[in-house]
């Protein structure tokens, strides 16, 4: 029982490419969540899938898409990505959408932008 | 604006020792708090989640408190051990959470 995983753990990137941030749960959640932590913030939310087949904006969703593959994944996606998108990744999972559940968080994705 | 603070920014204290971190939020609508444990290069784990009529929660040596009429809550560490060097995160709202920033505690021999 792994939990959460994402891969990759680490990324470097130039400005302007592109990558996917992949997330996947065993948990047989129905709610899927993308964060990100930055240095003297707080976590905030990306995107979230509050169920398969649906996904909605956070309260940061600008540079970024997300496909919710199935019940199990859910990827993050940066088109063109920017420094400002310099952060840590976390996928987060629960077993409905913050209705008082226990969110489980994967280990994260340190991205760089150069 | 919705906001959770959370004090101090960083503690040190004593193996063995207990200690109490502080969380106040303004958030609406609000309806349940969390703690949060986060080590180093690690996601959160979660500590607690308090409803809106909870007062007290434990989780082992861990024990949250909220009073809702004031907006806030704390986080007691009982015996800490070396263990509990993290940052923890206090985590307010319905629908949508909000999170703190963090009080990093380090435990010390």
């Known amino acids: 029982n792994a939990g959460v995983t994402q891969t990759p753990k680490f990324q470097v990137l130039k400005t302007g490419q592109s990558m996917t941030l992949q997330c996947a749960q065993d948990m047989n959640h129905n709610s899927m969540y993308w964060y990100r932590q930055d240095p003297g913030m707080g976590l905030r939310l990306i995107y979230y899938?509050?169920?398969?087949?649906?996904?909605d904006k956070g309260e940061v969703p600008n540079g970024y898409n997300v496909s919710r593959l199935n019940k199990r994944e859910f990827s993050l996606r940066l088109e063109s990505a920017a420094p400002s998108q310099t952060s840590v990744y976390f996928c987060?999972?629960?077993?409905?959408?913050?209705?008082?559940?226990?969110?489980?968080f994967g280990p994260g994705t340190r991205l760089l932008v150069l | 604006k919705n906001q959770v603070e959370q004090s101090p920014q960083s503690l040190i204290i004593l193996e063995g020792k207990n200690c109490t971190l502080q969380c106040n939020y303004t958030v609406s609508p609000f309806s349940n708090l969390r703690w949060y444990k986060q080590d180093t290069g690690r996601g959160p784990v979660s500590l607690t989640i308090m409803t809106f009529s909870e007062n007290t929660k434990s989780n082992g040596r861990y024990t949250a408190t909220l009073d809702a009429d004031t907006k806030q809550s704390s986080l007691h560490i009982t015996a800490s051990q070396l263990s509990d060097s993290a940052s923890y995160i206090c985590v307010a709202g319905a629908n949508n959470l909000f999170f703190g920033t963090g009080t990093r505690l380090t435990v010390i021999p």
């Open positions: 987060a999972s629960s077993e409905a959408f913050n209705k008082g559940e226990t969110q489980y």
């Open positions: 899938s509050a169920s398969e087949g649906t996904t």
